[in-house]
């Protein structure tokens, strides 16, 4: 890759020291992202310049440095400028980023994350040391930091908060393709002038600036990707494509300087995703049928059998209609209501436009206007093969104990019976994000003024189109994860799933059609920023003040359902018709030749139906089933979030003795209010006085009522940063600082759930009751931490840090009561009965902050070097790797059925240890990569069970060669091993979901001019 780009990275003094390292990393279709003011590490926004892209003199000197090889290093005639290329170049300037910077720093600077062609942002950013990722359909999602979980850090955009379209805060990193982003800086310690948001760190995406860039770039890519599994779905073919144009130029214009870029890409691909799971509220039992198979005769000989009964935890004999199930009791096992295989057909659509514009009147000023727009559309042709009745008649067979190779508690092979379902889905999904902003960057003599206002919004609907067909009657079989199967292996007695003919239950209530506006959610976020800095001569170099406020609002609309769960009869043909039709006229192939193939799971297909075709049938129309007008429900969302923030920091250096040392040292504070809006539905209440007794039911005249609660919290975050010289080439750092991470803004919602009761008592009326917790306070953490890194040479570095976190306010899985009057509609029985209003007491439960102080502490390590000192053609390896250790006694308890039988969760996330390490070799043109990540076991909560991912490593392979100047070749294959992720739930070996999805393989061109 020839070209250049030159970074500056700041010390201690307020502009930031220069450091100009000219690489021959170009930023290549990477202007896409258009730069705001601030450019990387928005340096011209933020009062201390930790890092950041030089101006267009400098840009201009670099792009005049570059020599006419690719080669590893050119010498040129200021011996100083070394031209490099490639990884290498990215290696030296990211190696320099850090050792400048004030803060702990790690970073992908230059062309880095465009050079390949990683399916989204995150998957290059493993790369980082300590950045681990969540996965999604295979590729690298939600970012950990030092394996602590996407909760506790943040994420921005040139600066800039990011609004999200997911249930939570943190960023869908899959919404920036890779060939986007210019590079992406996490820190992992604070500073004042930092947003806040982070405790783990701040992770920052960053673009170039056209003026910055200084020259013309026209650039086109196309790269196909080819999936092996999708290659096996009926119809599909495996292929796909990404194709991206780009332009960007500078002009001298009588008004100034201005730079124009501007950025298109497509993509059309697919999703590929054999997937198996359970339902996800796992249940505790110990009991055990006779005859699990013992599915005829009357209903008094099958609960003698202990076959119509499902499984529970008891502690003595049951009866049911007076006679006695016929089952044992044993060892405590978990177990699952519903177990789901799943074939899918997939489609992954994207269109991105991105531009800006600078101006640039004279050296002192600059003013940015930027604007990003993307849209996704997602859709899955879902195939589903359900075991609905989960715990009915089930006789254990092997359970763990903990010493027989299976964890305490996991059921791994038992029998059992149940309806099986041919359930379809076509699910949709679309998204758009526009993001915009403007900038304007003021300097002259010792001042420095930048001010900024953006506009970020994400908007997601999803919706469900859904029908099914049932087994005829109920089917014996037995199942097993025994020989390590995490899929499970399934006979079936005398059924054959993949016979049509077996599903044709014909009651009316054994099919159903659906319509679904699963969710409409919105995230908007308006967001202003100021700061001020005065330099200085002497040991105060500057003092910097700010403010910034913002304006963040979520809405989601959910539940906006129409259901047909009993076949009605249509155009005069009965529901028993209706199915016996459908299921003959509906047959369909299945939908991939290898569903969970390696697994070693008996279920390789099964009976399968076009689900137009079946809702067509079961309702009449395509257009049947429409959603309800009123969308309104009590699981809606409306919260808005206030944030104002001021900051002041002085900037420092000196000596201590012979030890040069520089830093900063600042407080933020932060007021944060809260409003947040719902709604709960109304009930009537009829009173039995007589017979001590009540009954509820949804109040037809009474719809839904409004509901508004206020929450707030307002935080000083002081911060203090320290680096000393101790040698050339040795740098520790030191920082203490107070930071904080928001709690999930979904949890804030004040709809109340009532979900009353029929029953006894009068005066004890149970409304069971859940709602969110406007006033949750945020995450926060005093923090300390310690870095000694080790410089010998421009392309080798081995750096140590230590950090430490005392941690209060998390938000675990347990509740409280909140008390708050609601009025309820009272009738009594009898004649002459009166409607009368109430108002009652209630205390429906809430996420609650932990009240106790937790700590967290780790240690990771880093190395990179460029073997240059090799003899040719050996001089063009290179190595980077990273790994950590983290101890936390953060808990989140279980609070699903299983509760008293497992232990306590980690913190979200957080995985024990964490590695990552690349080896490469560029050489004439010629680059080769290898990459690994690993990390172990970590939390992911879900339906209340403390569910778990297991550990798993990730290994990716790139190759590229530049033919000349202006054409390039490359290839990648991500999970090249082919590595799914596996869920449990109670116990290691209770498997609660698998997703597999394959290996990625890419090749592509690129031509730039």
């Given at each position: 890759?020839?070209?250049?780009?030159?970074v500056k990275a700041a010390r201690a003094e307020p502009g930031g020291s220069t450091v100009s390292v000219k690489c021959g990393a170009v930023v290549p279709m990477l202007a896409l992202f258009v730069a705001l003011p601030g450019g990387i590490g928005h340096a011209q926004t933020r009062s201390s310049a930790d890092v950041g892209v030089e101006d267009n003199a400098q840009a201009h000197d670099a792009a005049g440095a570059q020599g006419g090889g690719t080669d590893g290093v050119e010498p040129t005639k200021d011996q100083d400028s070394i031209v490099v290329t490639g990884a290498r170049a990215i290696q030296r300037s990211s190696t320099e980023l850090k050792r400048k910077a004030t803060l702990i720093v790690d970073a992908i600077v230059g062309d880095e994350i465009g050079a390949l062609p990683d399916n989204s942002v995150a998957d290059a950013l493993e790369r980082i040391p300590g950045v681990t990722a969540d996965r999604f359909k295979g590729n690298a999602n939600d970012l950990s930091v030092r394996g602590l979980g996407p909760t506790l850090s943040f994420a921005t955009f040139n600066g800039r908060e990011v609004s999200n379209a997911g249930p939570d805060r943190s960023v869908s990193f899959q919404q920036f393709p890779s060939e986007l982003?210019?590079?992406?800086?996490?820190?992992?310690?604070?500073?004042?002038?930092?947003?806040?948001?982070?405790?783990?760190?701040?992770?920052?995406?960053?673009?170039?600036?056209?003026?910055?860039?200084?020259?013309?770039?026209?650039?086109?890519?196309?790269?196909?990707?080819?999936?092996?599994?999708?290659?096996?779905?009926?119809?599909?073919?495996?292929?796909?494509?990404?194709?991206?144009?780009?332009?960007?130029?500078?002009?001298?214009?009588?008004?100034?300087?201005?730079?124009?870029?501007?950025?298109?890409?497509?993509?059309?691909?697919?999703?590929?995703?054999?997937?198996?799971?359970?339902?996800?509220?796992?249940?505790?039992?110990?009991?055990?049928?006779?005859?699990?198979?013992?599915?005829?005769?009357?209903?008094?000989?099958?609960?003698?059998?202990?076959?119509?009964?499902?499984?529970?935890?008891?502690?003595?004999?049951?009866?049911?209609?007076?006679?006695?199930?016929?089952?044992?009791?044993?060892?405590?096992?978990?177990?699952?209501?519903?177990?789901?295989?799943?074939?899918?057909?997939?489609?992954?659509?994207?269109?991105?436009?991105?531009?800006?514009?600078?101006?640039?009147?004279?050296?002192?000023?600059?003013?940015?206007?930027?604007?990003?727009?993307?849209?996704?559309?997602?859709?899955?042709?879902?195939?589903?093969?359900?075991?609905?009745?989960?715990?009915?008649?089930?006789?254990?067979?092997?359970?763990?104990?903990?010493?027989?190779?299976?964890?305490?508690?996991?059921?791994?092979?038992?029998?059992?019976?149940?309806?099986?379902?041919?359930?379809?889905?076509?699910?949709?999904?679309?998204?758009?994000?526009?993001?915009?902003?403007?900038?304007?960057?003021?300097?002259?003599?010792?001042?420095?003024?930048?001010?900024?206002?953006?506009?970020?919004?994400?908007?997601?609907?999803?919706?469900?189109?859904?029908?099914?067909?049932?087994?005829?009657?109920?089917?014996?079989?037995?199942?097993?994860?025994?020989?390590?199967?995490?899929?499970?292996?399934?006979?079936?007695?005398?059924?054959?799933?993949?016979?049509?003919?077996?599903?044709?239950?014909?009651?009316?209530?054994?099919?159903?059609?659906?319509?679904?506006?699963?969710?409409?959610?919105?995230?908007?976020?308006?967001?202003?920023?100021?700061?001020?800095?005065?330099?200085?001569?002497?040991?105060?170099?500057?003092?910097?003040?700010?403010?910034?406020?913002?304006?963040?609002?979520?809405?989601?609309?959910?539940?906006?359902?129409?259901?047909?769960?009993?076949?009605?009869?249509?155009?005069?043909?009965?529901?028993?018709?209706?199915?016996?039709?459908?299921?003959?006229?509906?047959?369909?192939?299945?939908?991939?030749?290898?569903?969970?193939?390696?697994?070693?799971?008996?279920?390789?297909?099964?009976?399968?139906?076009?689900?137009?075709?079946?809702?067509?049938?079961?309702?009449?129309?395509?257009?049947?089933?429409?959603?309800?007008?009123?969308?309104?429900?009590?699981?809606?969302?409306?919260?808005?979030?206030?944030?104002?923030?001021?900051?002041?920091?002085?900037?420092?250096?000196?000596?201590?003795?012979?030890?040069?040392?520089?830093?900063?040292?600042?407080?933020?504070?932060?007021?944060?209010?809260?409003?947040?809006?719902?709604?709960?539905?109304?009930?009537?209440?009829?009173?039995?006085?007589?017979?001590?007794?009540?009954?509820?039911?949804?109040?037809?005249?009474?719809?839904?009522?409004?509901?508004?609660?206020?929450?707030?919290?307002?935080?000083?975050?002081?911060?203090?940063?320290?680096?000393?010289?101790?040698?050339?080439?040795?740098?520790?750092?030191?920082?203490?600082?107070?930071?904080?991470?928001?709690?999930?803004?979904?949890?804030?919602?004040?709809?109340?759930?009532?979900?009353?009761?029929?029953?006894?008592?009068?005066?004890?009326?149970?409304?069971?009751?859940?709602?969110?917790?406007?006033?949750?306070?945020?995450?926060?953490?005093?923090?300390?931490?310690?870095?000694?890194?080790?410089?010998?040479?421009?392309?080798?570095?081995?750096?140590?840090?230590?950090?430490?976190?005392?941690?209060?306010?998390?938000?675990?899985?347990?509740?409280?009561?909140?008390?708050?009057?609601?009025?309820?509609?009272?009738?009594?029985?009898?004649?002459?009965?009166?409607?009368?209003?109430?108002?009652?007491?209630?205390?429906?439960?809430?996420?609650?902050?932990?009240?106790?102080?937790?700590?967290?502490?780790?240690?990771?390590?880093?190395?990179?070097?460029?073997?240059?000192?090799?003899?040719?053609?050996?001089?063009?390896?290179?190595?980077?790797?990273?790994?950590?250790?983290?101890?936390?006694?953060?808990?989140?308890?279980?609070?699903?059925?299983?509760?008293?039988?497992?232990?306590?969760?980690?913190?979200?996330?957080?995985?024990?240890?964490?590695?990552?390490?690349?080896?490469?070799?560029?050489?004439?043109?010629?680059?080769?990569?290898?990459?690994?990540?690993?990390?172990?076991?970590?939390?992911?909560?879900?339906?209340?069970?403390?569910?778990?991912?297991?550990?798993?490593?990730?290994?990716?392979?790139?190759?590229?060669?530049?033919?000349?100047?202006?054409?390039?070749?490359?290839?990648?294959?991500?999970?090249?091993?082919?590595?799914?992720?596996?869920?449990?739930?109670?116990?290691?070996?209770?498997?609660?979901?698998?997703?597999?999805?394959?290996?990625?393989?890419?090749?592509?061109?690129?031509?730039?001019?």
């Amino acid at each position: 890759m020839k070209g250049g780009v030159s970074v500056k990275a700041a010390r201690a003094e307020p502009g930031g020291s220069t450091v100009s390292v000219k690489c021959g990393a170009v930023v290549p279709m990477l202007a896409l992202f258009v730069a705001l003011p601030g450019g990387i590490g928005h340096a011209q926004t933020r009062s201390s310049a930790d890092v950041g892209v030089e101006d267009n003199a400098q840009a201009h000197d670099a792009a005049g440095a570059q020599g006419g090889g690719t080669d590893g290093v050119e010498p040129t005639k200021d011996q100083d400028s070394i031209v490099v290329t490639g990884a290498r170049a990215i290696q030296r300037s990211s190696t320099e980023l850090k050792r400048k910077a004030t803060l702990i720093v790690d970073a992908i600077v230059g062309d880095e994350i465009g050079a390949l062609p990683d399916n989204s942002v995150a998957d290059a950013l493993e790369r980082i040391p300590g950045v681990t990722a969540d996965r999604f359909k295979g590729n690298a999602n939600d970012l950990s930091v030092r394996g602590l979980g996407p909760t506790l850090s943040f994420a921005t955009f040139n600066g800039r908060e990011v609004s999200n379209a997911g249930p939570d805060r943190s960023v869908s990193f899959q919404q920036f393709p890779s060939e986007l982003v210019s590079g992406a800086l996490v820190y992992k310690t604070q500073q004042a002038d930092l947003p806040e948001g982070g405790v783990a760190g701040v992770v920052e995406l960053t673009s170039i600036r056209p003026l910055d860039y200084g020259k013309r770039l026209l650039q086109a890519e196309v790269r196909a990707d080819y999936q092996p599994k999708g290659d096996d779905v009926i119809g599909q073919g495996g292929v796909g494509y990404r194709a991206n144009l780009v332009f960007s130029d500078a002009f001298r214009t009588g008004l100034g300087e201005i730079g124009v870029a501007i950025g298109l890409q497509r993509q059309d691909t697919s999703a590929p995703e054999d997937y198996y799971t359970e339902n996800s509220v796992f249940q505790p039992c110990n009991t055990a049928a006779l005859d699990p198979s013992r599915l005829t005769g009357t209903t008094a000989q099958q609960t003698a059998a202990g076959s119509n009964q499902n499984c529970t935890l008891a502690s003595g004999s049951r009866s049911a209609g007076g006679v006695v199930v016929g089952e044992t009791t044993g060892d405590t096992y978990f177990t699952s209501s519903s177990r789901t295989f799943r074939a899918m057909r997939t489609t992954e659509r994207r269109n991105a436009v991105i531009g800006a514009l600078q101006w640039r009147p004279d050296p002192a000023l600059t003013v940015s206007i930027d604007g990003q727009y993307s849209k996704r559309e997602s859709r899955e042709e879902r195939n589903n093969l359900v075991l609905t009745e989960g715990l009915r008649g089930l006789q254990p067979l092997l359970i763990g104990n903990g010493a027989n190779g299976y964890a305490r508690g996991a059921l791994v092979t038992y029998r059992g019976n149940s309806f099986l379902e041919n359930q379809l889905e076509d699910r949709q999904r679309n998204e758009d994000y526009i993001g915009a902003g403007l900038g304007v960057n003021w300097r002259s003599g010792q001042w420095a003024l930048s001010i900024d206002g953006s506009f970020s919004q994400a908007h997601r609907t999803e919706t469900q189109k859904q029908s099914r067909l049932r087994s005829i009657n109920r089917v014996g079989y037995t199942l097993s994860y025994a020989n390590g199967a995490d899929v499970p292996v399934v006979l079936f007695d005398a059924f054959d799933v993949t016979d049509p003919g077996g599903f044709l239950n014909t009651a009316a209530n054994s099919a159903y059609a659906r319509n679904r506006f699963v969710t409409d959610r919105r995230d908007r976020i308006w967001a202003g920023r100021a700061d001020l800095t005065r330099r200085f001569d002497g040991p105060i170099s500057a003092l910097a003040i700010g403010v910034r406020y913002s304006d963040h609002r979520r809405t989601n609309d959910n539940a906006r359902n129409a259901d047909l769960n009993t076949l009605a009869p249509v155009g005069g043909v009965a529901p028993a018709q209706l199915i016996a039709q459908a299921n003959q006229q509906c047959r369909a192939p299945f939908t991939t030749q290898s569903y969970m193939s390696g697994q070693g799971s008996t279920v390789s297909r099964w009976a399968t139906f076009d689900n137009d075709c079946l809702f067509r049938v079961f309702t009449g129309s395509d257009d049947a089933l429409p959603y309800p007008p009123d969308g309104r429900d009590p699981s809606d969302i409306d919260v808005r979030e206030r944030i104002l923030a001021a900051y002041a920091m002085a900037t420092f250096d000196g000596r201590f003795g012979a030890v040069p040392f520089s830093g900063n040292a600042g407080v933020r504070w932060v007021d944060t209010k809260v409003t947040s809006r719902g709604f709960r539905q109304a009930y009537v209440i009829t009173i039995d006085p007589g017979a001590d007794s009540y009954s509820v039911a949804v109040d037809p005249a009474g719809g839904l009522v409004e509901t508004a609660a206020r929450g707030g919290y307002r935080y000083l975050l002081p911060s203090v940063n320290v680096a000393f010289d101790l040698t050339s080439a040795v740098k520790l750092r030191l920082a203490g600082y107070r930071a904080l991470a928001r709690s999930g803004i979904e949890s804030l919602g004040a709809g109340i759930s009532l979900t009353p009761s029929t029953g006894t008592g009068i005066n004890t009326i149970l409304f069971n009751a859940t709602t969110g917790n406007p006033d949750l306070k945020p995450i926060r953490a005093w923090n300390a931490d310690i870095s000694l890194e080790w410089y010998p040479s421009r392309d080798t570095l081995l750096a140590v840090a230590g950090y430490y976190k005392a941690i209060a306010g998390a938000v675990i899985g347990g509740v409280e009561p909140l008390p708050t009057n609601i009025t309820v509609t009272t009738t009594t029985t009898g004649a002459g009965a009166v409607r009368e209003t109430r108002t009652v007491p209630i205390s429906p439960v809430a996420p609650v902050n932990d009240p106790a102080r937790r700590q967290l502490y780790g240690v990771e390590a880093s190395v990179s070097h460029a073997f240059t000192w090799l003899p040719s053609p050996l001089d063009g390896l290179g190595v980077t790797a990273s790994g950590g250790r983290t101890f936390s006694d953060v808990q989140f308890p279980d609070t699903s059925p299983i509760a008293a039988y497992v232990a306590p969760a980690p913190l979200f996330g957080l995985s024990d240890w964490i590695a990552s390490g690349s080896v490469y070799y560029e050489k004439r043109g010629l680059g080769v990569r290898a990459s690994y990540t690993y990390r172990t076991d970590y939390f992911k909560p879900n339906g209340g069970t403390n569910r778990s991912v297991r550990g798993s490593g990730s290994l990716n392979l790139a190759l590229q060669y530049e033919m000349n100047a202006h054409v390039a070749f490359k290839a990648q294959v991500l999970n090249v091993t082919g590595t799914g992720d596996v869920f449990y739930k109670g116990s290691a070996s209770s498997i609660a979901e698998v997703s597999n999805v394959g290996p990625q393989v890419f090749a592509a061109i690129r031509v730039r001019f």
